[in-house]
């Protein structure tokens, strides 16, 4: 990707190159699933609440049947977390119409009203070896059904664990085919405090993606139970890796400062756990506002990343007052598109 600019100097000025941090595009290897405990958990488990709540977001226009499925949704056998013996029951339910869409935080805790809305669908899930590791088609419903934004539909379902300590790993998909996942065009799934098992290996990493309004400099990134994992922020132009990872049953929170150009933008939260060692953690983000961010779901699964390398030659054009920069023979190792964002330095930029 070539990027050249005729620069008339008529200041002295400074040149930074910000080169894109390469967000994993299209190499995903697989999701990292959610993970809610039973109510008798300790909270040391990673969740710091045993319940989540996630938003379904769908076009307005979207006229075909949808179908909210589960993987593994009940609670034992190979992908559920064992504290003893199984006896754990986990719920999920499903609400449209006047649903609550304005999340809040007590005591680090997901207080999104839940019961509000039109209940659409229901189940208790206990063991089942019939659930097992399997995909089931937990509703059926309608975009005309949920609560009406703009141009969208809004769904909200809510998971709680009951009775028991055992942790309930799954995942979620909203397919227009009850028999696989085949998403809707402009189908988003994002959840304010959600509880995730990162994934095992140190070449591999959750990423968590959110966006950031325009003219919000400041935001503050909450983690709980990372057991010191790694955990770096980053933005299409760097990455930080200075956010703490919060130690066992206890929450940390980390200040970032974003410049004008990440504003706007898509950010993310990374995750790295040790290697051959699973890990359960609940984040959330608020922005200067003090209002939360979604966090869009799944967390993916990304491969280790390499930094771009930059090469940067000017050129002095014969009339003594322009110059060429060019930056079209920086490498990444990864072969990721990049995204070059020039400052010079006289509060004027660009890219």
Not at 154 to 176: C, H, R
Not at 215 to 240: C, K, Q
Not at 268 to 273: C, E, F, G, H, K
Not at 274 to 303: C, E, W
Request: hydrophobic content about 40%.
């Amino acid at each position: 990707m070539s990027k050249k600019f005729k620069l008339f100097l008529g200041y002295g000025f400074a040149l930074a190159l910000l080169l894109g941090s390469g967000f994993a595009q299209a190499r995903q290897f697989d999701n990292a699933l959610l993970v809610t405990f039973g109510r008798d958990a300790s909270i040391e488990e990673g969740d710091s609440d045993h319940g989540q709540v996630i938003f379904i977001r769908v076009p307005e226009s979207e006229q075909r049947p949808l179908h909210l499925r589960l993987f593994d949704p009940d609670v034992g056998g190979a992908f559920d977390e064992l504290l003893g013996e199984w006896n754990t029951t986990t719920r999920f339910r499903l609400y449209g119409g006047a649903i609550n869409i304005e999340p809040r935080i007590e005591r680090h805790k997901d207080e999104v009203i839940i019961e509000n809305g039109e209940l659409l669908a229901e189940a208790i899930y206990g063991e089942d070896p019939l659930l097992d590791g399997q995909w089931s088609n937990f509703a059926t419903f309608r975009a005309e059904q949920g609560l009406l934004q703009g141009k969208e539909r809004l769904f909200k379902l809510v998971v709680e664990g009951m009775a028991g300590d055992d942790g309930n790993v799954f995942d979620l998909a909203v397919s227009l085919d009850p028999r696989r996942n085949i998403p809707p065009p402009g189908l988003l799934l994002y959840s304010y405090v959600p509880t995730v098992h990162v994934p095992q290996g140190s070449k591999r990493f959750a990423e968590a993606r959110f966006f950031v309004p325009d003219g919000m400099s400041r935001i503050h990134i909450h983690n709980f139970d990372m057991d010191y994992a790694s955990v770096w922020f980053e933005t299409p132009f760097r990455r930080l890796g200075s956010v703490h990872s919060s130690g066992r049953g206890v929450w940390v929170v980390d200040q970032v400062e974003l410049a004008p150009w990440e504003q706007g933008t898509e950010n993310a939260i990374s995750i790295a756990t040790l290697a051959h060692s699973f890990n359960d953690a609940t984040f959330y983000v608020k922005g200067g506002d003090d209002k939360l961010l979604p966090l869009q779901l799944p967390f993916r699964i990304m491969p280790e990343n390499n930094r771009p390398q930059p090469k940067i030659t000017t050129t002095i054009l014969k009339d003594c007052r322009t110059v060429v920069y060019d930056a079209s023979a920086t490498t990444d190792a990864d072969d990721d598109d990049l995204t070059f964002h020039w400052t010079f330095g006289d509060e004027t930029a660009s890219g």
